[in-house]
């Protein structure tokens, strides 16, 4: 696991796993991010719900949904720990609400948290907020570019927003020719609520 060198020692395993989980389910960095910022949990943690249910780790896994997955053989336990497994898990988790979903990509990340409307509706304007800080804290690290919501709800058949340009290297990975910084530019609301980030991580 890499090393981010300027965040503080408790925020690295969230911050790396969640590019990392974004990444392999190719998912927009910033969005597991702010998911996984908004979830806000601890490894061995366990929130009890009024419904009698608990939230579990470090992205507070519900027991009734990991009820669900027993049948592939996961259980509460490998999700409480600390290490990569649970934002992965949360990644494949938030792929499917925005693969199968209905809405605009927002409201299908929400399905995360919750699919009655007024809970969902609240999840997500915060992952939205939280989802424009971390764009721009990727963009001063990372080499990024930006995605349309067509290009991730529809698995990459979309195309990207006209500010990037996305480029094919030698490589055969997928990267972008930026204008400035996009911190560095005036964003219309459109745009700062719509413009999730993607990363590209170079293989060594």
């Known amino acids: 696991m890499f090393v981010i060198a300027d965040l503080p ?3 690295q395993e969230r911050v790396v796993c969640s590019i990392i989980a974004a990444v392999k389910y190719e998912l927009p960095a910033n969005i597991v991010l702010a998911v996984a910022g908004q979830e806000g949990g601890k490894p061995g943690q366990w929130m009890k719900n009024k419904n009698g249910t608990y939230d579990v ?3 507070q896994f519900n027991t009734g949904y990991l009820a669900d997955l027993s049948k592939y053989g996961i259980i509460a336990q490998d999700v ?3 290490g990569c497994y649970s934002y992965e898990l949360a990644a494949w988790r938030i792929r499917s609400h925005v693969l199968s979903d209905k809405g605009d990509l927002w409201t299908r990340v929400a399905n995360y948290h919750s699919r ?6 609240i999840y997500r304007q915060k992952i939205m907020q939280r989802a424009i800080k971390w764009a721009d804290w990727l963009d001063e690290r990372f080499s990024t570019y930006n ?3 067509e290009a991730v709800t529809n698995n990459g058949k979309g195309t990207a927003i006209p500010e990037s340009k996305a480029i094919s290297t030698a490589e055969g990975k997928t990267q972008a020719s930026l204008q400035e910084p996009t911190s560095n530019r005036a964003r219309s609301p459109a745009q700062t609520s719509y413009t999730p ?3 590209t991580v170079k293989q060594q």
């Open 197 to 199: 980030r993607t990363i």
């Open 147 to 149: 995605v349309s919501q």
């Open 9 to 11: 020692p408790a925020e």
């Open 57 to 59: 780790g470090p992205m």
């Open 80 to 82: 409480e720990k600390s």
């Open 116 to 121: 009655t409307p007024q809970h969902n509706a």
